[in-house]
């Protein structure tokens, strides 16, 4: 089972800024497609931003584009995301997740098991 730990998640003003970081723990990531989820209060887990694979592609979700950089760093076997100009409605539990399907911006789905997630707050 693949396992993650989230962090890097607060409580920022409007137009902030936050560096979300996910170490993965007991494999590795290099063979996947890796991405980010987030799930706001009351609403199901919506795709972020993910990188497929077999050829590099990044995805981002319409509402983040031009905000939000995902990047990973092997050697780390770490995976970041950078969220800028970030809004209120930013606000969530943020999720990464590895193996996942990765097509466009609008279809990134993941059918594993949820880390704890890192909680991201953008309020004045």
């Known amino acids: 089972q693949l396992q993650f730990v989230e962090s890097g998640g607060g409580l920022v003003q409007p137009g902030g800024s936050l560096r979300l970081s996910c170490a993965a723990s007991?494999?590795?990531?290099?063979?996947?497609?890796i991405g980010w989820f987030r799930q706001a209060p009351g609403k199901e887990h919506e795709g972020v931003s993910c990188?497929?694979?077999?050829?590099?592609?990044?995805y981002y979700a319409d509402s983040v584009k031009g905000r939000f950089t995902i990047s990973r760093d092997n050697a780390k076997n770490t995976m970041y995301l950078q969220m800028n100009s970030l809004k209120p409605e930013d606000t969530a539990v943020y999720y990464c997740?590895?193996?996942?399907?990765?097509?466009?911006?609008?279809?990134?789905?993941?059918?594993?098991?949820w880390g704890q997630g890192t909680q991201v707050t953008v309020s004045s």
């Open positions: 997740a590895a193996n996942l399907l990765c097509r466009s911006s609008k279809e990134m789905d993941y059918f594993g098991s």
């Open positions: 007991g494999f590795t990531l290099n063979p996947y497609s």
């Open positions: 990188i497929r694979n077999s050829d590099g592609v990044t």
